[in-house]
């Protein structure tokens, strides 16, 4: 079955295949596709020296970004000053034969969520962690920690090691804390690293909730998962880890990008980092302290005894 000719072009193209096969003349392929002969005829003028120096800045961004649409090198060509739309630029790709293999669709679950219905509205208000997991070439396993802010999309820890405890993530967490202010919410999976002892009291203390997901249920943390499939798609699909310290410095450069420079489709595409800036500052609650052991286990005993201990250091006396 041949593809039905509809545009013009198509019946162009049609038109001068069936004359260079000597079917019939030009006059009667035009009659019969319903082709005026002025488009059949019609040639293209050259293009311009700034229609090559764009199409050849869009062959750049192109190759640099090979999972970037049309959409978002629009936008970084606008960035850059050029005065395009999104349409110019999807004509553009598609007369370079350029396009984004679409990712295998996943099935759609049928269920009802039932986790708590936190939207996050402002900066600090919700952020959500989580663990995806891969392997340097030799073969060594590798566990990365992501801390995401679900209003601003900002990347807070991205963080591999070859195993991560409820300590590790307990002690990244306090330094995002440090860096961007403590978070109202903490949205995650119920994981053997978010549920430990050790992090649950120190949470408690310092008064910052959890909202679990359901077991089994990922769509209900979509806010990581989603950064987890671009993060997979445009970092670890392309790059050979063959160290841990190379893997290190590999997410840390795609951290860079994608806070600074990577162009968010639901912030207006703007990089999170101009999002955040424009948000509004959000103040760092004081009081937070560094985790240990003995930590929250003391400050348990604290608030048992009606004593209000929770923004002060709850450490063993000297």
Not at 10 to 27: D, F, K, L, N
Not at 195 to 218: F, H, M
Not at 224 to 244: K, P
Request: one cysteine or more.
């Amino acid at each position: 079955m041949r593809k039905k000719i509809v545009s013009p072009a198509h019946r162009r193209a049609t038109a001068a295949q069936v004359v260079a096969a000597g079917i019939c003349s030009g006059r009667a392929a035009c009659r019969y596709l319903g082709l005026a002969r002025s488009t059949f005829r019609y040639r293209g003028r050259p293009p311009t020296p700034a229609e090559e120096q764009l199409r050849k800045r869009l062959l750049e961004l192109s190759a640099g970004n090979p999972r970037y649409g049309y959409r978002r090198i629009a936008a970084l060509l606008r960035r850059e000053g050029w005065r395009v739309g999104k349409r110019h630029i999807q004509r553009l790709r598609r007369a370079e034969g350029l396009r984004v293999p679409p990712t295998k669709r996943k099935v759609v679950r049928r269920g009802v969520s039932t986790g708590l219905p936190t939207r996050a509205t402002h900066r600090n208000h919700v952020w959500t962690w989580d663990f995806i997991a891969d392997a340097t070439v030799r073969g060594g396993a590798l566990k990365l920690l992501t801390i995401l802010d679900e209003y601003t999309r900002e990347c807070h820890v991205l963080w591999a090691d070859r195993a991560l405890k409820g300590e590790d993530v307990l002690h990244w967490l306090q330094t995002a804390i440090q860096q961007q202010g403590a978070p109202e919410f903490l949205r995650s999976d119920n994981g053997s690293e978010f549920i430990a002892k050790i992090v649950q009291r120190w949470l408690k203390v310092n008064q910052i909730k959890t909202i679990y997901i359901e077991p089994g249920s990922p769509w209900q943390n979509g806010f990581v998962e989603s950064f987890h499939g671009r993060f997979r798609d445009e970092c670890l699909n392309r790059e050979q880890l063959w160290t841990l310290t190379e893997a290190r410095v590999v997410v840390g450069d795609f951290r860079h990008k994608y806070n600074q420079e990577r162009p968010h489709s639901r912030l207006g595409y703007e990089s999170p980092a101009v999002f955040a800036a424009r948000s509004g500052p959000s103040p760092a609650p004081v009081g937070l302290r560094p985790p240990y052991a003995g930590d929250g286990q003391r400050a348990e005993e604290n608030i048992n005894s009606n004593q209000s201990e929770t923004n002060t250091p709850c450490g063993p006396k000297s």
